[in-house]
């Protein structure tokens, strides 16, 4: 321990170390050896007890195999207002915009407190449903321009699928 | 859960076996709720962040390109949508829930109870306290050692997914924190 440490640091500086969370600073302290491995193992343990998956929350997960559906094509996410705009200075309550994609097909949803709007182009008609999880969702229909309103506010995760002619699309899984 | 035995669940469970389905979220269902425990989110949040994560995990399970990385992509959608949270929401919903902290002492049941040696409650304190030292690392810290202790221990690659970490980083920062941890837990005299 009489390395350079020693006339770099004095106490304070130690123990200022041991609070700072700047991780890419210089300077590892005192380097004794020590099982991380143990460490490490305990607080694996620890969660186990203190911190665990809730069980009806990783039910929702097994029963989530249902939402596994070879026959729909998925719509990606590509854009997001969340992620993709730029905010708007002293707006703060602007609805979220939301773009999706599948082959030809786009679907673009604007999710607001009283429930969501959009609209599918090509514009077409559609069978739509919004999904909140594992279940059967929300009905809606998409007018002969593609335009569908619902009215039901969203929470949680969600999903829409379409039907449109023989075509059924439906859109990554988001949350609200 | 090691690649192999993700690759090989991934594929079964795309072919229809809804065992391997299960059997994948019993592996992974403890990475995935580390990720958005790592990011502090509310309960509320964390729970829907978790359920999203699992249902375009399975949206897409016949289409993901390397299967044996499933741990990966969780971890990755995961905390893509923690960010989303944070930026959502703009401030951080801290989890200094007391029941988090509590949890340990709150088991009073009467069976419990019965089941309780001293030695037992001895444990319990000694977790506690673990715990409570974890929880008031710095943030950098407390993220990576709440990816690093889900159950199994995962990848190197998980975490780098989980927290947007380079791979070659992981290991040294690991050594720091868990070192940083022990220091404090000896400053209390709790070791």
Redesign the interface.
């Known amino acids: 321990m009489s390395d350079m440490n020693g006339d770099r640091y004095d106490d304070g500086l130690y123990d200022h170390d041991?609070?700072?969370?700047d991780?890419s600073g210089e300077g590892?302290f005192g380097d004794e050896e020590?099982d991380?491995g143990m460490?490490?193992e305990?607080?694996?343990?620890?969660?186990?007890?203190?911190?665990?998956?809730?069980p009806e929350?990783?039910q929702?997960?097994?029963d989530?195999?249902?939402?596994?559906?070879?026959d729909a094509r998925?719509a990606e996410l590509t854009f997001?207002s969340?992620?993709d705009a730029l905010p708007v200075r002293g707006v703060t309550d602007t609805p979220r915009m939301l773009t999706f994609r599948a082959g030809e097909v786009t679907v673009d949803v604007e999710v607001t407190a009283q429930g969501l709007m959009g609209q599918v182009l090509p514009p077409q008609p559609a069978r739509i449903e919004i999904l909140g999880?594992?279940r059967p969702g929300f009905p809606l229909t998409a007018d002969d321009l593609g335009r569908f309103t619902g009215d039901v506010p969203l929470s949680?995760?969600f999903?829409l699928r379409l039907r449109t002619g023989g075509d059924v699309v439906?859109t990554?899984?988001?949350?609200a | 859960m090691d690649r192999t035995d993700a690759g090989a669940l991934v594929r079964a469970?795309?072919d229809g076996d809804?065992a391997a389905?299960?059997a994948l979220?019993?592996g992974l269902?403890?990475l995935?709720?580390?990720v958005v425990?790592a990011h502090r989110l509310s309960d509320a949040d964390a729970?829907?962040?978790?359920?999203?994560a699992?249902?375009?995990?399975?949206?897409?399970?016949?289409?993901i390109r390397e299967p044996g990385k499933a741990g990966a992509w969780l971890a990755s959608t995961a905390r893509h949508?923690c960010l989303?949270?944070i930026?959502?929401s703009q401030r951080l919903t801290l989890t200094d829930d007391p029941r988090?902290?509590d949890?340990?002492s709150e088991d009073g049941t009467p069976e419990q109870s019965l089941l309780d040696s001293e030695e037992a409650a001895a444990q319990s304190e000694r977790?506690?306290r673990?715990?409570q030292e974890?929880e008031e690392l710095?943030?950098?810290?407390r993220q990576l050692?709440?990816v690093?202790?889900?159950?199994p221990?995962p990848s190197y690659q998980d975490v780098s997914a989980a927290l947007g970490i380079a791979v070659g980083s992981i290991g040294p920062?690991?050594?720091?924190?868990?070192?940083?941890?022990?220091?404090?837990l000896q400053?209390r005299g709790a070791i």
């Open positions: 041991l609070y700072e969370d991780l590892d020590f991380a460490l490490e305990e607080l694996r343990q620890a969660a186990a007890v203190l911190d665990p998956v809730p929350l990783q929702i997960a097994v989530a195999y249902a939402l596994h559906d070879l998925v997001d969340l992620v999880g594992p949680g995760p999903a439906v990554e899984w988001l949350r | 469970a795309a809804a389905w299960k979220v019993e269902s403890p995935v709720w580390s425990r729970h829907e962040v978790y359920q999203t699992w249902f375009r995990f399975a949206q897409h399970l016949g289409r949508e989303k949270v930026r959502n988090l902290l949890r340990v977790v506690r673990l715990w974890f710095g943030e950098r810290c050692l709440r690093l202790m889900a159950t221990p920062l690991r050594q720091r924190c868990l070192r940083r941890l022990r220091a404090r400053a």
